[in-house]
C-alpha cells in the first residue's frame, strides 16, 4: 500500500492518493469528515480551525460508496488561500510584489524546519519551506488514513488515539489501565483534550490556559491503541519488515513528534527481565492470539517485530509548538544581524490534534501490515485469507 500528499498550508488545496487498498470497502466522504472535525478540534488550538472547516472531497477510486480497487483519490480546499491570493498562487502572473514581500519570511524560528530547508533548498523567502513544513499536511494525512482505519474496522480490528498528557499535567497510569479500549475511546471523544480521564482533563485545560498567560506553547504525551490484531503482521526475518520499526518510522515522521515507545518502551530498561516480558497461557478460544493469551501486555501487543495478539499500544512525545508568541533570538538570514524569529498564526498546543493523526497514521501502517500477511483485490478475499489463517493457527503445530 501506498500513500502520497502534495499541497502547502495556504495554498489552494492539499492532495493524497492511497494506493493498495481492496474493492469492496464501504467509503463515504462523512465517515472521512468526522476525523478531519476532530483533528480540527480539541482545547488549545488557534485561529486557523475557526477559517478552514475541512470536508474531503473523494474524486477517484470510490463508486457509489464502495472502493473500487484502484487508486482513492481526495481534495481539501484551504479556505485560507482566500487571504494568500497574490502570496502562494502557483502562476508567476498572480503574484502581488506587496503582499508577497510583507508575508516574506527572513528570521528563521528555532524548533522549525526554517533555516535548514532554507539552507537545503537554496530558498531564499524560507515560507518556501514552512508551508510544506506546516502540519496542514496532516489534515490529507488524517483523511488517508480514515480509509485505512475504515478498511480495519471491516475486519474488526479498532485504533483509538488520546492524550495521556499536556505539559507536567498527566493521566494516572493505573486509572488508564483498569479502562478498555471502548473505556478510552468513548472517554477521550468526551473530553476537551481527548483525554480518557475528567480529572487528568481538567489539569490538562488548566495548563493550556497557564501556557498562554505566558505567552507560551504546550506539548505532551498521546497513546494510541489498537485491538483486533491477529498474530502474524510484521516479522522478524527483515529489520524492514518488523513492525515497530514501521510503526516508529511512520510516528516519528510526525511534525512535532520526538519519541515513541512501544508497551513500557524505555520504562522496561529500569526493571529485570521477569518484571517485563509477558508470560504465556492457553487460552483455545482466543482465535486471534493462536489459542494463546498473556497476563499483562507491557511487551504493547509486539513480540520479535510480530504482533502477538494482545492489544498494540504505542505513545509519541509531542514537544512544544516552535512559533512563539514572543519569539526566540535567531539570525535574518539576509542580513546576517541578530534578531528576532518570525511569529506565524500557531496553537497553544496540539496535543489532542495529534491523537487524531496519530490514529490515522497507525491506521495506514496496520492497513498495510494486514495486506502484505492477507492481501487480496477484493475485501471478501481478505477476510477469507484472514479466516484461513485463524484456522491454521488452530490446527498448529501442523502434523
Known sequence: MRYLTAGESHGPMLLGILEGLPAGIPLEAAFINRYLARRQGGYGRGGRQKIEKDEVRIVAGVRHGETLGSPLGFLLENRDFAHWQGVMDPEREARDEEKAARRAVKEPRPGHADLVGGLKYDRADLRDILERASARETAMKVALGAAALRFLEELDIHVAGYVVAMGEAAMDPAELEALSFWERRERAAGSPVYCPSPRASEAMVEAVREAARRNDTLGGVVEVMAVGLPVG??????????????????????????????????????????????????????????????????????????????????????????TLTHPLPTVNIVTKEPSRAAVERTDVAAVPALSVVAEAAVGLVLADAVLEKFGGDSLKEVKRNLEGFLAQMEAHPSP
Open 233 to 322: 503482521l510484521g516479522s522478524h526475518i527483515a529489520a524492514e519488515r518488523r513492525l515497530e520499526g514501521r510503526l516508529a518510522a511512520a510516528l516519528m515522521a510526525l511534525p512535532a513528534v520526538k519519541g515513541v515507545e512501544v508497551g513500557l518502551g524505555f520504562g522496561a530498561a529500569y526493571r529485570y527481565g521477569s518484571q517485563v516480558h509477558d508470560a504465556i497461557y492457553r487460552e483455545a478460544e482466543a482465535r486471534r492470539k493462536g489459542g494463546y493469551t498473556r497476563s499483562t501486555n507491557r511487551a504493547g501487543g509486539l513480540e520479535g517485530g510480530i504482533t502477538n495478539g494482545m492489544p498494540l499500544v504505542v505513545r509519541l512525545a509531542m514537544k512544544p509548538l516552535s
